[in-house]
């Protein structure tokens, strides 16, 4: 599986490259963590791709919720200015796929 290239800046990467790679970004597809899993001895057992359900939860969280005073703390002061680019950005990496959120249940 080949994924288009992710659009930074993200929340774990601004995508500066540093000796050949994006610093900051350790992303594997489904098929290569299933082989980093399996050379590390684990049996999968079970993979379950949850991007669709992980779009859906940061849509929702992301559309005016209809509140008129802003909450005291959120996620966003510790991204600060760049916060909406990161989200927009991770919107566009889950719709398209260029980003997959999967969970693995393995055995040693």
């Known amino acids: 599986m080949v994924l288009q290239s992710l659009v930074f800046k993200l929340f774990w990467s601004n995508g500066s490259h540093f000796v050949g790679f994006i610093a900051g970004s350790h992303l594997a597809t489904p098929d290569e963590m299933e082989t980093l899993l399996a050379e590390a001895g ?22 005016n919720s209809g509140s008129k005073s802003p909450l005291p703390v959120t996620i966003q002061l510790l991204f600060g200015e760049t916060f909406p680019k990161m989200v927009s950005n991770q919107l566009i990496g889950l719709r398209e796929r260029r980003m997959l959120t999967y969970s693995y249940i393995c055995e040693a």
């Open 42 to 63: 684990f049996k999968i057992l079970k993979a379950t791709d949850s991007t669709l359900a992980s779009l859906e939860w940061l849509e929702l969280r992301t559309t």
